[in-house]
Nanobody, 115 residues
Framework: QVQLVESGGGLVQAGGSLRLSCAASGSIFSINRMGWHRQAPGKQRELVAVITSGLRTNYADSVKGRFTISRDNAKNTVYLQMNSLKPEDTAVYYC?????????WGQGTQVTVSS
């Protein structure tokens, strides 16, 4: 089983930046994909960005050019650098890690962008 600890959320003004981190521990052998999803009030959870073990990345259209996902395999940590934040980026952000066994989810971290 994989445990995930997220950090870095908070309140920021529109145009500002935040960096989210998610550290994995436990049965972390063969981590493949690491990614971030988000869920705004009254909306479904959506994929924000994902990075594979080969460092291929994919982003939601709404965040392309503003967000950057990266990973440090030595630390089993995935990051999400969020720049030029908009009020519509307000949501709970969840880390997800996929191994050969299953996908594990973090507890979520709140990101609030004020206008």
């Amino acid at each position: 089983q994989v445990q995930l600890v997220e950090s870095g959320g908070g309140l920021v003004q529109a145009g500002g930046s935040l960096r989210l981190s998610c550290a994995a521990s436990g049965s972390i052998f063969s981590i493949n994909r690491m990614g971030w999803h988000r869920q705004a009030p009254g909306k479904q959870r959506e994929l924000v960005a994902v990075i594979t073990s080969g460092l291929r990345t994919n982003y939601a259209d709404s965040v392309k050019g503003r967000f950057t996902i990266s990973r440090d395999n030595a630390k089993n940590t995935v990051y999400l650098q969020m720049n030029s934040l908009k009020p519509e980026d307000t949501a709970v952000y969840y880390c997800a890690v996929t191994t050969i066994a299953a996908t594990s989810w973090g507890q979520g971290t709140q990101v609030t962008v004020s206008s």
